[in-house]
C-alpha cells in the first residue's frame, strides 16, 4: 500500500487453480493492506483460464458494492514481473478523486453505439465537473475501435483523454471476457471516468524502426489491407523476407515473424509510427491485422531489439508520470507481442525499468493485452488518440 495525499491504493494476488478462492483471496489481500481507508474503485486482470464468473463473483462478494471494471488477459504483470494464471486486484481509495463506471455489450456488431453507451453510462453518475479522462477494457478480439473511439468522444468530448488495455484469452484467440461489477460480459467493453483533483498520467511507446521504404496504402476496408503501392499488400513481405518464408507465414497464420515485422503506419504531420501486427495473410495477397487501416497513410515493414524495446519501456514511465508529481498507483498494460517476441527475461527486465522510472515502493500491476489504445503523440491532442499493438501503456495516478 502507498498513500499519496488523499489516494491510497494497494495490490492483492492469487495464483491459486480454484477460481472462487482465487479471487476471494485476491481480494481479501488488497482489503487488508487498506485498514481505515473505504475503497471507491476496483481493477481486476485475470487469466482467462479461471472459471470467470465464480472468480468475480468470489472478488465483489469480498468488495461488496465497491464498483469494479476489469479484462481478462494474455498474461499478468506484477511489480516483480511477468506472472500467469493469476488474479490481480487493484484497490484505489480517494477522498479527492471521484469515478464512475460504465458498460456496453454487442461492440463488434454496433461499435459507434457500444462507444456512446460505455460513456453515457459513465457520465450519468459521475459527481464531479472535472474529468481527468476514461480509462477503458475492450474486447481484443475486435477489430474496429476506430468507431468505438468517435462514440465515446461524443459523448465525452474530442479533446478527452482516453486510454485502455484490450482483453486477451492467453494466446488461444478464441473469447475474452470484459468484468463490471458482478456481471461478466463478452464482446463488450468497460469503462470508468477517473476524476476530480488528481493527475492521470500517459505514456505510450513501442520500440519499433522503420527497415522499409515508405509505400502509400492505396486499398484497404477496416482492419483488412488490400494494396500498398497498387500492389497486393504482401508483396512488402515478399521482398524483404522471400516468397517461401511468406507461404509458411500463410499457412501458420500469427507467427513470430509477424510479431518481429509488424507493419508501421505514419499519418501526415506525426513523427510516430502506429504498429499493426499482421494476424493472418490472405490467399489474395491481403492482410488481416491487429487494428484499422487508414487508405492514404503511409507504411513501412518495422523491426525492434531488446534495447529497443527496453528504452520504450523507460519512455513510456517517463512521459506517464510528467504531469504525475506523486503516482500512487501505476498499471501497465503491454502487448502480448513482447514477451513472446523478446522472451521472458526481458519481458521481466521491461518491468523492472518501469519500476526504476516510478520508485519501487508505488503499487504496480497489469496485463498484457491484445492492443493498447492511447494518445498517438504525448505532445498531441487527446483526439489523436489510436489503437497500438506490440506497445507498452503505462497509467500513473496519483497528485
Request: aromatic fraction near 8%; include cysteine.
Amino acid at each position: 500500500m502507498i498513500m499519496v495525499g488523499t489516494l491510497t491504493a494497494a495490490i492483492g494476488t492469487s495464483s491459486r487453480a480454484e477460481s472462487a478462492r482465487a479471487g476471494k483471496e485476491a481480494a481479501e489481500q488488497a482489503l487488508a493492506q487498506l485498514p481505515g481507508f473505504e475503497p471507491k474503485l476496483a481493477f481486476v486482470f485475470a487469466s482467462s483460464w479461471f472459471n470467470q464468473l465464480p472468480l468475480l463473483q468470489a472478488i465483489a462478494g469480498v468488495l461488496e458494492d465497491i464498483p469494479l471494471i476489469g479484462a481478462s488477459t494474455a498474461g499478468e504483470i506484477l511489480s516483480n514481473g511477468p506472472a500467469s494464471h493469476t488474479c490481480i486486484v487493484v484497490l484505489l481509495s480517494s477522498f479527492s478523486l471521484k469515478w464512475a463506471t460504465g458498460f456496453a455489450e454487442n461492440i463488434d456488431q454496433a461499435p459507434r453505439k457500444a462507444g456512446q453507451q460505455v460513456a453515457y453510462m459513465a457520465t450519468k453518475t459521475f459527481s464531479s465537473q472535472q474529468r481527468l479522462g476514461f480509462l477503458f477494457f475492450g474486447d481484443g478480439l475486435v477489430a474496429r475501435y476506430g468507431d468505438v473511439m468517435r462514440g465515446m468522444q461524443e459523448v465525452l468530448g474530442t479533446n478527452a483523454l482516453l486510454v485502455g488495455g484490450m482483453a486477451g484469452d492467453d494466446l488461444r484467440f478464441t473469447q475474452t471476457f470484459q468484468y463490471h461489477r458482478q456481471q461478466v460480459i463478452t464482446g463488450g467493453i468497460v469503462g470508468a471516468i477517473i476524476g476530480g483533483d488528481g493527475a492521470l498520467g500517459i505514456g505510450l511507446e513501442h520500440g519499433f524502426a522503420p527497415i522499409s521504404k515508405p509505400r502509400r496504402v492505396t486499398r484497404a476496408s477496416a482492419n483488412v489491407l488490400l494494396e500498398l503501392d497498387r500492389k497486393p499488400a504482401a508483396s512488402v513481405y515478399e521482398e524483404y523476407l522471400g516468397s517461401d518464408t511468406v507461404g509458411r507465414m500463410r499457412q501458420e497464420g500469427l507467427t513470430r515473424q509477424s510479431l518481429a515485422y509488424p507493419l508501421g503506419i505514419q499519418a501526415e504531420g506525426s513523427s510516430r509510427f502506429l504498429l499493426r501486427t499482421v494476424a493472418s495473410f490472405q490467399n489474395d495477397g491481403s492482410l488481416k491485422c491487429t487494428g484499422e487501416i487508414l487508405e492514404g497513410s503511409w507504411m513501412q515493414l518495422m523491426i525492434s531489439s531488446r534495447s529497443l524495446a527496453l528504452d520504450a519501456a523507460r519512455r513510456a514511465a517517463q512521459e506517464a508520470i510528467q504531469t504525475v508529481t506523486k503516482p500512487a498507483c501505476v498499471l501497465v498494460f503491454s502487448s502480448f507481442a513482447r514477451p513472446k517476441l523478446q522472451g521472458s527475461h526481458t519481458a521481466s527486465e521491461e518491468v523492472a525499468a518501469i519500476r526504476q522510472v516510478v520508485g519501487s515502493a508505488v503499487p504496480l500491476a497489469g496485463f498484457y493485452t491484445y492492443g493498447e489504445q492511447g494518445p498517438a503523440d504525448s505532445d498531441a491532442m487527446h483526439n489523436h488518440v489510436s489503437m497500438q499493438t506490440g506497445s507498452v501503456l503505462v497509467v500513473a495516478i496519483g497528485s
